[in-house]
């Protein structure tokens, strides 16, 4: 595994990170933007891939080494296919530390989805 951050759903502008699609309700979505945001909404359509998810984003410190998160019902190689699909989509990041490797759910990401599922605010 490599150190390479993949990040789909967030654009470098300059300032930081942002979001890389608008919220569903501001307007209807280019068809990069829906094939971005399909990604995410695939990588997580899966309950393995769910809970293998928030046991990262819950975990304290904000990541979790692959042997504190592999008890959810599926063998070691499935967590660790599951966990590439979750990388992949740009919903984790990892780092290998000697033999093990650690995931973190990368707090601009958690935003850049409350962000596209967020309602318009009230006038």
């Known amino acids: 595994m490599s150190n390479t951050k993949v990040l789909p759903l967030l654009e470098a502008d300059g300032r930081g990170v942002t979001p890389c699609c608008p919220p569903l309700t501001e307007r209807p979505m280019t068809a990069e933007e829906a094939e971005t945001a399909a990604r995410m909404f695939k990588a997580l359509g899966d309950p393995v891939r769910l809970r293998l998810f928030s046991a990262v984003a819950s975990h304290e410190g ?52 409350g962000k596209l599922l967020a309602l318009p605010a009230a006038a």
């Open 62 to 113: 904000g990541e979790a080494c692959v042997c504190d998160i592999s008890d959810v019902g599926v063998s070691q190689p499935t967590v660790s296919h599951h966990l590439k699909k979750l990388k992949e989509a740009g919903l984790l990041t990892s780092e290998r530390r000697g033999t093990w490797v650690y995931y973190r759910v990368e707090p601009s990401v958690l935003a850049a989805m």
